[in-house]
């Protein structure tokens, strides 16, 4: 969202919001919601900002309830991925440490060799082993670019917590998944 003020140095409000829509147009954007922020409130001034481009029409001075309906009516809050969503993706952070970059393999062999343990653990109603090692995965797997381990880990140490036992497999199996999805990419690097 842009506030635009009409008066303006240089270029003003209602030329500069014509170059945004011409920009937008000509690279096939979603047009960009501009707020129309004006001392003046003659006659013909709102329809002179709509008609340039502007999606809303604000004189100053501005209440603060005003301004912050105004933003709020335009503009489209984008939520954060799910948990489910961050690990569905390969997106890896490689680490800028070299010391770290040199330990990713080994990380992620002893994370395949967790789901072993976690699974035979499990098996066993040793749901604290997998509570542990999904509490250590919680604290490490973003310190290696691997933020869907961390998400992972989290779950697995919450559930486990809980005592259920067909969660904590369901997320032991997602684990799995993630892991093999990553040596099948190369690492995902």
Not at 122 to 142: K, S, W
Not at 159 to 188: C, K, N, P
Request: proline content about 4%; some cysteine; overall charge neutral.
């Amino acid at each position: 969202l842009v506030l635009m003020d009409r008066q303006m140095p240089v270029m003003d409000g209602l030329t500069a919001t014509r170059a945004i829509r011409t920009w937008e147009h000509a690279n096939q954007r979603t047009a960009t919601p501009i707020v129309a922020l004006t001392a003046s409130a003659l006659k013909g001034d709102r329809e002179q900002c709509l008609a340039a481009g502007c999606t809303a029409f604000l004189t100053k001075p501005i209440r603060q309830d005003v301004l912050l309906r105004a933003i709020a009516n335009r503009t489209i809050v984008a939520l954060a991925p799910t948990r489910e969503e961050r690990i569905q993706s390969l997106e890896v952070l490689v680490p800028e440490n070299p010391r770290i970059a040199e330990l990713v393999p080994t990380f992620l062999r002893n994370r395949r060799n967790d789901v072993s343990t976690m699974r035979d653990a499990v098996t066993r109603d040793d749901l604290q082993t997998a509570q542990r090692l999904g509490h250590n995965m919680r604290g490490t797997g973003a310190s290696y670019g691997f933020q869907a381990i961390t998400d992972i880990g989290f779950a697995i140490e919450e559930e486990a917590g809980r005592g259920d036992v067909l969660a904590t497999r369901h997320w032991i199996d997602e684990l799995s998944v993630y892991l093999a999805r990553v040596a099948s990419d190369g690492g995902a690097r």
